[in-house]
T-cell receptor, first 115, second 113 residues
């Protein structure tokens, strides 16, 4: 069965500082990986996705993520955080085939941005 | 207009009442999902449907039922609501390809007293 671990429940950074949110997955085949963001009172919005090819993927709002197969990781990064980035972030793993007929989400990382 | 809509957006009900949450989509996607979100637990899948004739239980289906009335509509019912079903409920859609990239509605906040 597939699973996703987000080790950090809550992260606090200062505005302008760099950010890295960690995500580790478990899946036997080639995974499809996603990062979603949930702003307060909102639904989930897709930030970026990895299906194949270049392991460094660019997303919206200046975010990027790097797929590292050897570490089973898909960490999300942003060079300079803005106050509007305060939100909850979810990593998810899916697949086109096999038993993974749906997305599996991590438990989320809450990001607080200090002025 | 939003591609995935959910009604109602907020609902307060009492223990034992029957509740239906509705989801509609204009994306033309064949797959639809219902999740619940609880603090610290992320999103957990309740039910999913890959087409009108295909309904599947997810991780936490006990106490819930669903109906896929049409390709664009997927309803979630709580036959007899209980307080631990208080949560934020999300509907999502996807196409069969693209690794199940899902598109989410705005959510329904349900409180069971």
């Amino acid at each position: 069965a597939q699973s996703v671990t987000q080790p950090d429940i809550h992260i606090t950074v200062s505005e302008g500082a760099s950010l890295e949110l960690r995500c580790n997955y478990s899946y036997g085949a080639t995974p499809y990986l996603f990062w979603y963001v949930q702003s307060p009172g909102q639904g989930l919005q897709l930030l970026l996705k990895y299906f194949s090819g270049d392991t460094l993927v660019q997303g919206i709002k200046g975010f990027e993520a790097e797929f590292k197969r050897s570490q089973s990781s898909f960490n999300l990064r942003k060079p300079s955080v803005h106050w509007s980035d305060a939100a909850e972030y979810f990593c998810a793993v899916g697949s086109l085939s096999g038993s993974a007929r749906q997305l599996t989400f991590g438990s989320g990382t809450q990001l607080t941005v200090l002025p | 207009d939003a591609d995935v809509t959910q009604t109602p957006r907020n609902r307060i009900t009492k223990t034992g009442k029957r509740i239906m949450l509705e989801c509609s989509q204009t994306k033309g996607h064949d797959r639809m999902y219902w999740y619940r979100q609880d603090p610290g637990l992320g999103l957990r899948l309740i039910y999913y449907s890959f087409d009108v004739k295909d309904i599947n239980k997810g991780e936490i289906s006990d106490g819930y039922s669903v109906s896929r009335q049409a390709q664009a509509k997927f309803s979630l019912s709580l036959e007899s609501a209980i307080p631990n079903q208080t949560a934020l409920y999300f509907c999502a859609t996807s196409v069969g390809l693209a690794g199940n990239e899902q598109f989410f509605g705005p959510g329904t906040r349900l409180t069971v007293l």
